[in-house]
């Protein structure tokens, strides 16, 4: 069992930046790679961001690509995600999730286990 908590969410302006956190917890943390999904009103939730499982290559979905910044803290089981250039369109509930060793990147069905989602709202 893995459980995850985002923090980090909350109301900005367009042009304006926010750092999403996400702790991992269980005896099964290590065993996973965390990675972030989002859904907007009224939107099919969408990838963001993620490793591969070994950390040397890191995956953005083409909307957030170039704005986005995925790190880690391994000693803490910890991941974040750094947000610039915020425009509206990025307005949704961002959700961390873990998926194991060997399962598919980009589609949310590879991943086991999800946080509750922290709302981030981008006021123009």
């Known amino acids: 069992q893995v459980q995850l908590v985002e923090s980090g969410g909350g109301l900005v302006q367009t042009g304006g930046s926010l750092r999403l956190s996400c702790a991992a917890s269980?005896?099964?943390?290590?065993?996973?790679?965390m990675g972030w999904f989002r859904q907007g009103p009224e939107k099919e939730r969408e990838f963001v961001a993620t490793?591969?499982?070994?950390?040397?290559?890191?995956y953005y979905g083409n909307s957030v690509r170039g704005r986005f910044n995925l790190s880690d803290d391994n000693a803490k089981n910890m991941v974040f995600l750094e947000m610039n250039s915020l425009t509206p369109e990025d307005t949704a509930v961002y959700y961390c999730?873990?998926?194991?060793?060997?399962?598919?990147?980009?589609?949310?069905?590879?991943?086991?286990?999800w946080g509750q989602g922290t709302q981030v709202t981008v006021s123009s």
């Open positions: 999730a873990a998926r194991g060793r060997g399962r598919g990147v980009f589609r949310s069905e590879e991943y086991d286990y």
């Open positions: 269980g005896p099964s943390a290590r065993m996973y790679v």
């Open positions: 490793t591969s499982w070994s950390g040397l290559s890191t």
